[in-house]
């Protein structure tokens, strides 16, 4: 099948949505596919990497990453992660399916065209998210949810929701209740030979000071305005009740972009001294990092957060984890851990203690757990395969229009 993939952020960029769509058009092109990605060819200059991805020019022109091609499109109009790429109208004309990853405000609407223009031609969406934002960005979003997504996804041959769990309470709920056969459950996956429980790296240790004889809560995320909803100020905030609770513990915090500062001011004015902001980290030592973490916790605050792919990888690496009770993230976190209470320092602090409290045969257990239901879960390859199967169904259902 020649496929496109479309999607509004890709590495280097470091986000969940372009990190999925990296690893899933990875393992199409692998099953002999020809695949393509499209996506904006201009960053805004305060979108700063997290943790490196794989590194890719910026430029327009085709570019083949191994053995897939990315084509790196000029926005006629961008506003942050939104993005309008008029070429799209021709980009697909040849495509056998169009999988395009939501939201992308800008050119959703123009791949909607797309299959207008060819029915034909089989559209699957990827729902990943609900939008939120305050003032009157928030507006906006509401009124395009209002309007135009279930105009956008009404056009889908197929659509995919990372859990069902999500689906049913994400604004696209009322579609699912609607429409539920063209509906299909897939989750996002994990290399599970690149994140696999390994010993700690002594020299990172040594690199950032940490105590080994500590406890470690690893966070790993984006800090910048688009994934504010990380939850960070939550962890802050739970780590000083552990520290006023003479709990010992230390924290790692993976991750970079504008919002770092001020959390480092917060840590800092809560004197958190055991508290290390290591900044954006090699796409090759992330591994490594996660193995310094005993567990990884995960507070978002809003349904922003769907699924939680740092989960996956924590778990890979046989770290236990520990998420906000969220439709979505909850089904991955409960596999491999806990949830606690949305917005809730105080339980989160709870929870952190309880975990630590327990004796090291539970907890070698509870990280041999982690590891197994991603094997047997959240494989990369199989979830490949079952994505072949939704392909197929979908053309089946536009040859019929």
């Not at 100020?233 to 790692?252: C, M």
Request: proline share 7%; with cysteine; net charge neutral.
């Amino acid at each position: 099948m020649k496929i496109a993939h479309i999607v509004s952020t890709y590495p280097p960029y470091y986000g969940g949505m372009g990190n999925v769509v990296f690893q899933t058009v990875e393992q199409l092109a692998g099953r002999g596919h020809d695949v393509y990605v499209f996506t904006p060819g201009v960053h805004e200059p305060n979108e700063v990497r997290a943790v490196d991805a794989p590194q890719t020019p910026t430029h327009a022109q085709p570019l083949r990453e191994e053995i897939f091609t990315v084509r790196r499109l000029s926005p006629s109009l961008r506003y942050g992660n939104a993005a309008r790429l008029p070429q799209l109208t021709r980009e697909l004309d040849d495509m056998d399916v169009v999988h395009l990853h939501y939201p992308f405000f800008g050119s959703a609407r123009l791949v909607r065209t797309w299959k207008q223009t060819h029915p034909k031609g089989a559209l699957v969406i990827t729902y990943h998210m609900d939008t939120r934002a305050s003032g009157w960005k928030g507006l906006i979003f509401q009124l395009y949810t209002k309007f135009w997504m279930p105009r956008v996804l009404g056009a889908a041959d197929a659509l995919i929701g990372s859990s069902f769990d999500y689906v049913r309470h994400c604004d696209a709920s009322m579609l699912y209740r609607d429409a539920p056969s063209v509906w299909h459950e897939l989750p996002f996956g994990v290399d599970i030979n690149r994140f696999f429980p390994r010993r700690r790296s002594e020299s990172l240790m040594h690199r950032h000071g940490l105590n080994p004889n500590l406890p470690t809560v690893l966070f790993v995320g984006g800090m910048d305005s688009a994934h504010y909803f990380k939850g960070m100020p939550d962890l802050i905030k739970a780590l000083f009740l552990l520290r006023k609770s003479e709990v010992p513990v230390q924290a790692i915090f993976v991750g970079d972009g504008n919002l770092r500062p001020e959390f480092e001011r917060q840590a800092h004015a809560l004197q958190l001294k055991a508290a290390y902001f290591v900044g954006r980290v090699s796409d090759v030592e992330l591994p490594e990092y996660y193995a310094l973490g005993d567990l990884c916790v995960l507070p978002s605050t809003t349904v922003g957060e769907a699924f939680g792919m740092v989960l996956l990888e924590a778990m890979a690496s046989g770290i236990p984890v520990l998420a906000s009770d969220l439709p979505g993230v909850r089904v991955v976190a409960g596999k491999g851990g806990d949830v606690v209470p949305v917005h809730n320092p105080a339980a989160l602090a709870e929870a952190i203690t309880s975990y630590f409290s327990q004796n090291d045969l539970i907890i070698a257990q509870m990280k041999n757990t982690a590891r197994a239901v991603v094997e047997r879960d959240y494989s990369w390859p199989d979830i490949a395969e079952r994505l072949e199967g939704i392909y197929k169904k979908a053309i089946a259902a536009a040859r019929l229009e």
